[in-house]
């Protein structure tokens, strides 16, 4: 019996010690210096440096270490490093988010008591550029005058002119953003103005900038724009935006109150080119218009409204970048492909939308996009009072509309013409798409208000003709013309005719003489 | 089990061994930032403690709703912003102060704790109120913050003016205590 026993008693002692030694080695495994450093360092420090816009520094040991829990639970909330495109099949330039297994690193070492480990693992910080990141710009420009944002209250949105006094026309490769007032600039739009819309706007306004440009169209051209955190990027290869020598650049600003009175006067790098693209590029739109054209009508309340475009390919393009656009409401949008062979690509997805981090996703390389291709853009808002971003209290009807407190919703595709293909069909072809898109919701509409007309004119009628006003018509009520179809449209039979048996009656005849 | 619903169990597992109820010292003497003695529980007013530090941002974004209350309820409450990172510095301090407009604010900096530790404050911007030496309040200050990174357009609930409010008047406090959204107290090493 003893001796039985004994090797059993062995065996288990042994598994003891050896899932101990596991745990052990797992537990000392996680360090600063070895693990952690590292995700930090790439991650985060770009950002959580002196000058940069994170509110404190994640440089060493004590840094990260005091902020420890903290730290875990933003990564896991993915929160941080702001990064809203879920990952994908394609890769985004500049994609900042954190992998699984980084999060989970962080997590073991914040639960296991954040050990340091061997100060000689640390690695070096990275080599950080000071200053503008694509090089010295070609041109530097700055707002005329610094604009005040005050401690607290609502996100202001405030559009500005620089005049670029361009001898000539430019090709322009990039434009890098400098915020100045870093922890209250959120977002910059830009844009060119040749028709001097925003020169007359702004002087229309005693305090610096104007609230934003009314006019699109001939003369105005959009040409990208920063969001806190984001990193410049040039224009692929050899494409470049045409900007004509009398443009004024025009700043759309999105200011966030960060608790403290700031001033901000932003400066803008722009870089040239004097080699001209061989190609075009241009920007699918889906809906188009920002969704103007789309009818957009939000019940209060009203948790998914959905939209949804979808335009077909006619000739093969390569798409570089992506960009989304929505207003407070905004919840979900993405973008798919369906190419001929059936395949299905994920352009964008950002299934959590945040207003304050817009973005424009480039891919890292070009993605070839074949004629017939399907592409499909779904936006989705939120206009129920769970939705901690609504910004009326309770929920309102909302409208399409420029102001943030309308809604706006489109995904665009930036994309060059293949090899070989005409780019003028890709254009008129989208162009038809937009008028298309704008007919269709003018007949809803136009159905839509033949039947709220029909049923006030019913209802007008109704009153009119129920003399005692006791909410039916009798027989004697009725006008002779309706006295003969009477019985007929009784149909529960109590001999007389009430709202719901006066509107059956009515559409009866109406598809009769359809 | 998800991490969320580990949290919330932890949560809820850390609510009922809560510090809402608690006694604290009213004798303890600090040193405010100028140097003055003073006795933060002595006084026969509700004391009212903001703890923070200088670069919270979910704390500093709540500066002015914090300058809101100790403006409206001056007088009647005993208000005090505590700083609770021990590495913060002289300059640090003052330039906060400065910047965020807190001057006017008796404001400490619990370097060693005494005040974290006397009423159990885990969250930076998270109020207490103390009234008789008895912790009557300890949770956020209003609902600004949905969860990290998720702040309201517009704020529906303010709980800490509630709960002032209610110990003026000599209520209860309708909600004692709640869950507050912000950055974790850094521990003392």
Known sequence: ?514 | MGKKSLTVLIISWLAAFDLTGQIVKTELTIKDVSGKSIKPFSEAKPSVLIFTTYDCPVANKMVPEIRHIANSYQGRINFLLVYTDPDTSQNELTTHRKDFGLNEITSILDSKHNLVKATGAEITPEAVIVKKGKVLYRGRINNFYEDFGKPRRVVTQHDLRDAITAVLSGKKVPQPKGECIGCYIPKLK
Not at chain 1, 86 to 105: E, M, P, W
Not at chain 1, 272 to 295: E, N, R
Not at chain 1, 344 to 360: A, Y
Request: contains cysteine; charged residues 25%; positive net charge.
């Open chain 1, 1 to 514: 019996m003893y001796r039985m026993l004994y090797p059993k008693i062995e065996m288990k002692k042994i598994l003891i010690v050896l899932v101990f030694t596991v745990l052990h080695i797992e537990a000392k495994e996680v360090t600063f210096t070895e693990h952690v450093a590292p995700i930090i360092f790439q991650n985060c420090t770009s950002c959580h440096r002196p000058g940069e816009s994170g509110p404190f520094k994640l440089m060493n040991y004590n840094d990260v270490s005091k902020r420890g829990k903290l730290i875990a639970r933003v990564t896991e909330d993915r929160v941080m490093p702001p990064w809203h495109a879920q990952k994908g099949s394609i890769k985004f330039h500049g994609d900042r988010s954190l992998s699984d297994t980084q999060i989970t690193t962080i997590n073991k070492w914040v639960e296991t008591g954040m050990p340091e480990g061997d100060p000689s693992k640390l690695p070096n910080l990275p080599k950080f550029v000071t200053g503008w990141q694509l090089g010295e710009p070609d041109l530097v420009v700055k707002m005329a005058e610094p604009f005040p944002v005050p401690a607290a209250g609502r996100d202001i949105y405030r559009s500005f002119v620089v005049p670029l006094n361009l001898p000539k026309d430019k090709w322009l490769k990039a434009i890098e953003f400098r915020p100045d007032a870093r922890t209250v600039v959120h977002h910059c739009l830009f844009s060119y103005d040749t028709t001097g819309e925003a020169r007359r706007l702004d002087k229309r306004e005693k305090s610096p900038g104007f609230r934003r440009m009314r006019r699109q169209g001939t003369g105005i051209g959009q040409l990208g724009g920063w969001a806190a955190g984001g990193q410049p990027n040039k224009l692929p290869e050899d494409l470049a935006w045409r900007l004509p020598s009398n443009a004024d650049l025009v700043l759309a600003m999105h200011y966030h109150p960060s608790g403290k009175p700031e001033k901000d006067q932003s400066s803008i790098g722009l870089y040239f080119t004097d080699q001209p693209p061989k190609t075009a590029f241009t920007g699918l739109q889906l809906p188009p218009v920002f969704g103007a054209l789309s009818g957009i009508y939000i019940p209060a309340g009203e948790k998914a409204y959905t939209v949804r475009d979808s335009f077909t390919l006619p000739i093969d393009v390569e798409a570089f970048a992506v960009s989304a656009h929505a207003h407070y409401l905004g919840k979900k949008l993405s973008m798919n492909a369906t190419l001929p062979n059936g395949k299905q690509l994920n352009l964008l997805n950002i299934p959590d939308w945040d207003f304050s981090w817009q973005e424009q996703y480039h891919f890292e390389e070009f993605i070839n996009l074949p004629k017939g291709t399907k592409l499909e853009s779904t936006v989705v808002w939120d206009n129920s009072s769970s939705n901690p971003n609504n910004p009326s209290v309770p929920p309102k009807p909302v409208r399409w509309g420029p102001e943030s407190e309308d809604e706006m919703g489109s995904l665009t595709l930036l994309c060059r013409p293949g090899k070989g293909e005409s780019f003028s069909t890709l254009t008129s072809l989208y162009r038809k798409h937009i008028s298309e898109t704008g007919v269709r919701t003018a007949r809803q509409r136009a159905g839509r208000i033949r039947e709220n007309n029909i049923d006030d004119r019913l209802n007008a009628f109704f009153k009119r003709t129920d003399r005692n006003g006791n909410g039916k018509i009798e027989l004697d009520e009725a006008p002779n013309w309706m006295k003969a179809s009477f019985a007929r449209s009784d149909t529960n039979r109590d001999k007389t005719l009430d709202f719901g048996e006066l509107k059956a009656a009515t559409e009866r005849l109406r598809n009769r003489n359809r």
